[in-house]
């Protein structure tokens, strides 16, 4: 489904970060349709990934 693999390993609820904006923080993925991946990050808001271009990185923490 997606051309980053790790992604398929997501789902909503998850928290995450973006490999490339760490300045975002913590997301916590409020959508997944298709490979358009609906997040919404602590200082960005919500943001549309494509899941085909960027691989979210899984994160364990705690909501802060």
Same mark, same amino acid.
């Given at each position: 489904?997606?051309?980053?693999?790790?992604?398929?390993?997501?789902?909503?609820?998850?928290?995450v970060?973006?490999?490339?904006?760490?300045?975002?923080g913590?997301?916590?993925?409020?959508?997944?349709?298709g490979h358009?991946?609906? &997040?919404?990050?602590?200082?960005?808001?919500? &943001? &549309?990934i494509?899941?085909?271009?960027?691989?979210?990185?899984?994160?364990?923490?705690?909501?802060?």
């Amino acid at each position: 489904m997606f051309d980053k693999p790790g992604n398929g390993l997501l789902s909503p609820g998850d928290f995450v970060r973006h490999p490339d904006r760490q300045d975002w923080g913590l997301g916590q993925i409020q959508s997944m349709i298709g490979h358009r991946i609906t &997040v919404n990050f602590e200082n960005a808001g919500k &943001v &549309v990934i494509d899941g085909n271009v960027i691989e979210l990185a899984p994160d364990d923490a705690s909501p802060r």
